[in-house]
């Protein structure tokens, strides 16, 4: 049973950072691209930024340029969000996602990714 563990969020206040982490139990994710995604109560799960497996390409959802980087690093089987300027309107749970393409690109949407993390919440206050 493929697991992807997230690790890093919590409360912040508007302005600060957080640096997520998601470690991912099988070694074969490293061929796989990787996304974080959000989910606000009420809303529906939408990407952040996604990875592609060699780590080349990024691409970020608009609100997050600028702020957000996203990262891995295939030794450690490991993709990591960090994230600066935080605001009130980033507050959601977020999850780690791994993608079902084996050596494909940094993709956006929920369909393209087979397993997911359990979620860590982050709340910006204002």
């Known amino acids: 049973q493929v697991q992807m563990v997230e690790s890093g969020g919590g409360l912040v206040q508007a302005g600060g950072s957080l640096r997520l982490s998601c470690a991912a139990s099988a070694g074969t994710f490293n061929r796989y691209p990787m996304g974080w995604f959000r989910q606000a109560p009420g809303k529906e799960r939408d990407v952040v930024a996604a990875?592609?497996?060699?780590?080349?390409?990024?691409v970020y959802v608009e609100s997050v340029k600028g702020r957000f980087t996203i990262s891995r690093d295939n030794a450690k089987s490991t993709v990591y969000l960090e994230m600066n300027s935080l605001k009130p309107e980033d507050t959601a749970v977020y999850f780690c996602?791994?993608?079902?393409?084996?050596?494909?690109?940094?993709?956006?949407?929920?369909?393209?990714?087979?397993?997911w993390g359990q979620g860590t919440q982050v709340t910006v206050s204002s």
């Open positions: 996602a791994a993608g079902r393409t084996r050596l494909g690109p940094a993709a956006t949407s929920t369909r393209d990714y087979e397993y």
């Open positions: 990875i592609s497996w060699s780590g080349g390409r990024t």
